[in-house]
């Protein structure tokens, strides 16, 4: 899983390096060394756990977690899940928390959240274990338990806040607040954010109790819901080439071409994150333009080039997060959440937009419109409502804050797409008069 829009997600990347912490703990528990040559013959291996009685043999135990640890290095954990699962069961209800915990870790990769309930649950039980237990809060949050989670971020904060950094103190606190917030528990979650910023002053600097992104804050930067998006002289390119850009989304669409979400799963939960809900068509993200799509949207990537908020580098960096074209599928729910920064905004232009959903940032509401832009901070808690019956489609852009742009100097731009078109000047000029009214197209 990646970070948020991402948010982290995209706001799952700091969970994972925690993640990856309890794996390294859990390997040092297993393995003495990892071998050599990780790739062991699967299915003698798997023949050999079948056929085990009784105590597991310690050895076989080595050569699980060390195939499993080689595929986990090759990012193959659907393999390393199905060298772990057949080890654990053939240990005969032993625990064996260095197995326990690379399964439970390769279930997260995979969205596998039952199974890794059934993991991390049992080391939880057997070791309270501040890595163990804040992915397990992670899995609880996941599958909707939200007392139990909630529960367990309290016991972290309350317990173990000096074996975290700020950055990691934060995400635990942001995900005790969004928590709460998704129980209904609003009144509770202001609570909490005032209860831990005055104990710990020197880590919490938010000021807002809707505004906590976890990774990255910046003091002092204007901090509102909502903004004017004609102030953004970069979102009037795409305003102009709007009928271009709807064309080549109605030939994917009509072309059948796939749509997959890249990160942020956690925030479709219940019966209906089978449906893929929320999908998305990535173009740009962290400096490099998706080619296999761009070839898709060539006069889109290109128009990107020309938006330096977007694409550009401040200070050396790109902004963080993405560009990419976003379906949202009816009687669908976006749980709240916030983005992982305050330096840069979030754009959102209306490309097919039916009645029926619906936009809260903080305690405000906005909809979407053919053609126009939104323009909010993903800083601030937000989530979605799709009550209407036909997918909502947008382009999502994440751009540089002017504030930060004021502090820091003006977008430069480094880039040239490959094999896509999408290079500076190479948008076709007869779009330049383009209408806006959709019923032209």
Known sequence: TTSARRDTPRTMGLQLQLVSVGCVLGMALLLPSLAEDGSTDAAALHQALAQTSGELDPELVQQAGDH???????????????????????????VHPGLRRLAGFCAVEVQEFEIAFEH????????????????????????????????EFQYLLNNHAQLFDQHQFLYILNRLIATLRRDGRTEEAAAAFWQYKHAHPDSVTWTDTYQTPAEDYVAGLTAKPFWEPRQFVDLFLLDNHYVLIRRELEAFIAADKPWQLHGDHQLVQGAQAATDPWTEVLLFESGKFDDGNCASFPQLCSLLLKMTTVTGQVGGEFVSGQVTLLKLKSGSHIAPHNGPTNKRLTGHLGLIVP??????????????????????????????????????YVLYCSFWHPDWIAQHGAPVQ???????????GNVAEETEEAPHDPAEL
């Open 414 to 424: 480094v880039l040239r797409a490959k094999g896509t078109g999408a290079q500076p």
């Open 355 to 392: 009645e029926g959903p619906v936009l809260r940032v903080a305690n405000t509401t906005r909809e979407w419109s053919e053609a126009e832009w939104l323009v909010f901070d993903d800083s601030f808690e937000h989530e979605v409502w799709h009550n209407g019956t036909e997918p909502r």
């Open 120 to 151: 991390l649950g049992a080391l939880v039980e057997l070791s309270r274990n501040p890595v163990t237990v804040f992915t397990y809060s992670q899995v609880l949050e996941m599958l909707g338990k939200y007392d139990e989670a909630i529960d």
């Open 68 to 94: 499993a640890a080689w595929l986990m290095d090759e990012h193959r954990y659907s393999e390393a899940l199905d060298v772990l699962l057949p080890a654990v069961d053939a240990a005969r209800g032993t």
